[in-house]
């Protein structure tokens, strides 16, 4: 003997589940619509194990509600979606209690977006916004160099952290990084200057720092010249002759020798940094290693009896 369905009990059916789908968000808030963020880029630590866990924990308690919904009768189920107290089996305080503190720790244990790595998709940057600007300063240079927003994290909030102490990986990673580029950024009375996006360039290049795939792009394009392939370098190279080198170096020893009072043999001289200086002044950019590696090479082309006097 078999029973057909109504369509009056399928009606409600549906209306059940819709009710229990409602109530499994009222009880998990936030949680129940939770997804473990996924990372953009690998720039930097990542702990990626934290986040596995809190997922698999908010799974366990969605099913244990789910379950106790599932178990709960008609009336019941009417009765708690409109949060009335005259229950047929469930008690107000039972159903609000059930789970509560588990619940309530795992809203605690959800960690920021920094927990995850820098890769983290709620600090990620708007590199065509970003790499319109002029110039940056330190702080913006450093946050877009791994793809996050300067705005987001913001060299207070950075600050702040590091006075707390107990630095997660990440941050640990930034601070150390931005301790970089402070030894390769000019001082200013205030703190540092800002730079031009093709000094940036340049001096990622020159210490083969890993940068942001779309920022280091964006700064390709805006210095006007595309980094050529390593047979193209080879071909300009070969395509200048050595006479036409020694050339250009005489001018490079004689410049510095005379207006810099470069010395080769002096253990320390103020002449490359402010040859540096002197570069920039025009709107151009070197780095001090570059600057020492074409001073040295000039040198060989001058008399060693230049600097007899100086020794």
């Known amino acids: 003997m078999s029973f057909d369905v109504t369509e009056e009990e399928k009606l409600f059916a549906d209306v059940r589940r819709g009710m229990i789908e409602e109530l499994l968000r009222r009880k998990l808030g936030q949680l129940a619509s939770w997804k473990k963020p996924t990372l953009l880029h690998s720039i930097g630590p990542t702990d990626l194990d934290v986040?596995?866990?809190?997922?698999?924990?908010?799974?366990?308690?969605?099913?244990?509600?789910?379950?106790?919904?599932?178990?709960?009768s008609n009336r019941d189920i009417v009765h708690v979606a409109g949060q009335r107290d005259d229950f047929e089996k469930v008690?107000?305080?039972?159903?609000?209690?059930?789970?509560?503190?588990?619940?309530?720790q795992l809203h605690r244990n959800v960690p920021n977006a920094l927990r995850l790595g820098l890769g983290h998709p709620d600090l990620a940057a708007d590199i065509e916004y970003w790499g319109q600007m002029a110039h940056y300063t330190l702080h913006e240079a450093l946050m877009l160099s791994v793809g996050n927003?300067?705005?987001?994290?913001?060299?207070?909030?950075?600050?702040?952290?590091?006075?707390?102490g107990s630095l997660l990986p990440s941050v640990e990673f930034l601070?150390?990084?931005?301790?970089?580029?402070?030894?390769?950024?000019?001082?200013?009375?205030?703190?540092f200057y800002s730079v031009r996006p093709d000094w940036l360039l340049d001096?990622?290049?020159?210490?083969?720092?890993?940068?942001?795939?779309?920022?280091k792009e964006v700064l390709v394009k805006r210095s006007g010249s595309p980094m050529p392939h390593a047979k193209e370098a080879a071909?300009?190279?070969?395509?200048?002759?050595?006479?036409?080198?020694?050339?250009?170096?005489?001018?490079?020893?004689?410049?510095?020798?005379e207006q810099y009072s470069y010395n080769p043999l002096a253990e320390r001289s103020p002449a490359v940094s402010n040859i540096r200086s002197d570069i920039e002044q025009i709107g151009a950019s070197m780095?001090?290693?570059?600057?020492?590696?074409w001073l040295k090479e000039a040198a060989t082309l001058v008399d060693p009896k230049y600097w007899a006097d100086d020794v």
């Open 51 to 72: 986040f596995d866990r809190i997922e698999a924990e908010r799974d366990r308690l969605r099913a244990l509600v789910r379950s106790k919904l599932d178990s709960m």
């Open 91 to 104: 008690s107000a305080e039972e159903w609000q209690g059930f789970l509560l503190k588990e619940i309530l």
């Open 149 to 164: 927003d300067p705005e987001v994290i913001t060299e207070k909030s950075l600050d702040q952290m590091v006075r707390r």
């Open 175 to 191: 601070v150390k990084r931005r301790e970089l580029f402070r030894r390769s950024f000019r001082r200013s009375p205030v703190g």
């Open 203 to 215: 001096w990622f290049n020159s210490i083969s720092l890993e940068v942001h795939s779309d920022f």
């Open 235 to 257: 071909a300009v190279a070969e395509a200048f002759t050595t006479q036409e080198r020694d050339s250009l170096l005489k001018l490079v020893a004689a410049m510095a020798c």
């Open 287 to 293: 780095d001090a290693k570059t600057i020492r590696k």
